[in-house]
């Protein structure tokens, strides 16, 4: 496995522990629906623990699938980082517009990431 593919892992990865967390937080009244709405967008985040857990076993499945290097692993890899960018914009933009510096880092950050993700898995064909 090539260092950007490990890198996309890793993130993939990463998005799913956070989304199980918040998945079962939320499932368990610790935290708000919205809480975790960086992880899986704000639409998604409001349907509940469900859409947390749900999008936590995808992107363990495409994790698990890009270690045991399965060409469709690869392609769902792109998609969910792909489809991650979508909450990224209006995020970024209304803390922006509201000048919230840890808005704009968080969001930003995101973004710097899922796009280098990106990058990395489009340079590994």
Known sequence: MAYGERFVAVLLAAFAAF???YG???AAGWLAFDSGAWVVGEDVAMRGSLAYL???AVHAIAVFGLWR???WAHWLAILL???GLLPA???ISSAVVELRISGIALWGTLI???TAALYAMFSAE
């Open 89 to 91: 914009v209006p995020g």
């Open 24 to 26: 079962i937080s939320v």
């Open 19 to 21: 989304g199980a967390f």
């Open 54 to 56: 749900l999008s936590a």
């Open 69 to 71: 290097r399965w060409r």
């Open 81 to 83: 980082l792909a489809a």
């Open 112 to 114: 710097i990431l899922r």
